[in-house]
């Protein structure tokens, strides 16, 4: 008699399985998409490519919320009924934000990212993931983040704000650096 199979894990694989189908495509180079990927886990040129929102990676986004949901395909997503597209816009803007500080986390401006410590699949099937609320969880920044000291000012409650503002800084210092292979390796 064979091992006891965790439903859970087997639907967590099937599911990496169908979500990550585009990302394979994006990045033949990297085979290694499972149930278990964190935004930790991946290369600093993937973490760009998805904070740089070209066609491509919003295409790879939209793919990953619309095949785990069993809803589709990219192609589809903007055509979903309005109730439906605002709620995976939703999870798409927190997954963009979560690609956004992960490259962050590496600068050393946040200590980790929301449900860091999550696997990208996870934090797509998570509910919380599509309500509005998900947006607002924001990192505390770490005194090299330029926002610092105007949050420290603040208490924490323009940190939405102030920390997201700083993003196209950050990512112009992490392409910079990671085309001189000057990141630390997370």
Not at 41 to 49: A, C, E, N, S, Y
Not at 153 to 176: N, Q
């Amino acid at each position: 008699m064979g091992g006891v199979v965790s439903l859970q894990s087997h639907r967590s694989k099937r599911v990496a399985e169908r979500g990550f189908r585009e990302w394979r495509r994006l990045f033949q180079s990297v085979t290694a998409f499972d149930e278990n990927t964190r935004w930790a886990d991946l290369p600093d040129d993937m973490i760009l490519f998805f904070c740089e929102e070209s066609p491509e990676s919003r295409t790879g986004f939209y793919d990953l919320l619309m095949s785990v949901h069993h809803g589709g395909n990219a192609h589809e997503f903007e055509s979903q009924p309005f109730d439906r597209l605002t709620t995976l816009l939703n999870a798409y803007f927190f997954i963009t934000d979560q690609a956004r500080f992960e490259c962050m986390r590496r600068l050393g401006w946040i200590e980790s990212i929301p449900r860091g410590d999550w696997s990208i699949i996870e934090v797509v099937m998570d509910s919380r993931t599509y309500e509005y609320a998900g947006l607002m969880e924001t990192p505390a920044p770490t005194p090299r983040h330029p926002a610092y000291e105007e949050d420290m000012r603040s208490r924490g409650m323009d940190r939405a704000a102030l920390v997201r503002k700083y993003t196209p800084e950050a990512l112009d210092l992490f392409r910079e650096k990671a085309g001189r292979g000057c990141l630390p390796a997370m």
